[in-house]
């Protein structure tokens, strides 16, 4: 009978000093994912002229179409720089 309950004691003691830990310290894993819209983007493009048909296209009429197709897109052909 007193082993058991010297047994018990000590079982219930190490419960009650469980607790006191001189770590103290708290550890947080995570994640995050955000999306966002750049403000800018460059592109750079390169052209050339070709033959169809047995006709050459003009570097000429090739920007032209290119900047229509800019300007159908809404974006200003000012914000265009060409480089030779």
């Known amino acids: 009978m007193k082993a058991s309950?010297?047994?018990i004691v000590v079982f219930l003691s190490n419960f009650a000093f469980a607790q006191n830990t001189s770590n103290r310290?708290?550890?947080v894993i995570g994640s995050h994912k955000i999306?966002?819209?750049?403000d800018e983007i460059?592109?750079?493009i390169s052209i050339?002229?070709?033959q169809e048909d047995k006709k050459i296209i003009s570097?000429?009429?090739i920007e032209k179409g290119l900047i229509d197709f800019i300007t159908s897109l809404?974006?200003?052909p000012?914000?265009?720089s060409v480089l030779n």
Not at 35 to 38: A, D, M, S, V
């Open 5 to 7: 309950l010297i047994l």
């Open 48 to 50: 050339k002229e070709f």
């Open 74 to 76: 809404n974006i200003s």
């Open 25 to 27: 310290f708290i550890e």
């Open 35 to 38: 999306e966002i819209l750049p």
């Open 42 to 44: 460059f592109l750079k």
């Open 59 to 61: 570097i000429e009429s």
């Open 78 to 80: 000012k914000n265009l």
